[in-house]
């Protein structure tokens, strides 16, 4: 806002009149928040990446090219599924489930309640803020550890794969 001329000494004998805005300016004319990247940005997968170096065949003429891929775990921990794009792409058994009971007495004590509760009262805040701005709101799903490896075993000539999401872990094996 440019004030000039007799306009601007006029406005200056008002005690109300600012020089400088209150807040801070846009030069580009766009508020934070507005973009394209924040607003129709993809979320972040809740699954694990597996990366493939090599290609992967069954024998049968099916191939999955080498790429980055995430991995699943099926409701009944019976299978991995490897996704491409949200589209499952293959199916591969697990024979090995592992699950850690050691978060489990967080979940019912007390004071790890209170703090998780706390933490959604701050949540609700921030939101209501970026909500003023016109930013998406922020998840209430806390970050959650994921791994996906893949290892080539010599001796049996097989493809380790290896899958961990939070609590639960899974092997898979798949023949070379």
Excluded at 55 to 69: C, F, M, Q, R, T
Excluded at 154 to 166: A, H, M, P, Q, V
Aim: hydrophobic fraction near 35%; avoid cysteine; charged fraction near 30%.
């Amino acid at each position: 806002m440019f004030l000039e001329g007799m306009y601007f000494e006029k406005e200056m004998l008002h005690s109300e009149t600012r020089i400088y805005p209150q807040y801070p300016t846009y030069t580009a004319g766009n508020l934070l928040g507005s973009e394209a990247i924040y607003r129709y940005g993809l979320r972040e997968s809740s699954y694990p990446t597996l990366s493939i170096v090599d290609e992967l065949s069954d024998g049968k003429g099916n191939v999955i090219p080498a790429g980055h891929y995430e991995l699943a775990l099926s409701d009944d921990r019976q299978f991995l599924i490897l996704l491409e794009s949200k589209q499952p792409l293959a199916i591969i058994p697990v024979f090995k489930v592992e699950v850690s009971m050691s978060e489990k007495k967080q979940v019912h004590d007390r004071k790890s309640l209170r703090e998780k509760k706390k933490k959604e009262k701050e949540i609700i805040k921030t939101n209501r803020k970026r909500a003023k701005i016109g930013m998406p709101p922020v998840d209430m799903e806390e970050a959650i550890y994921q791994e996906a490896t893949m290892e080539y075993v010599k001796d049996g000539d097989y493809f380790l794969i290896r899958y961990e999401r939070g609590d639960v872990k899974a092997w898979a094996a798949v023949k070379s």
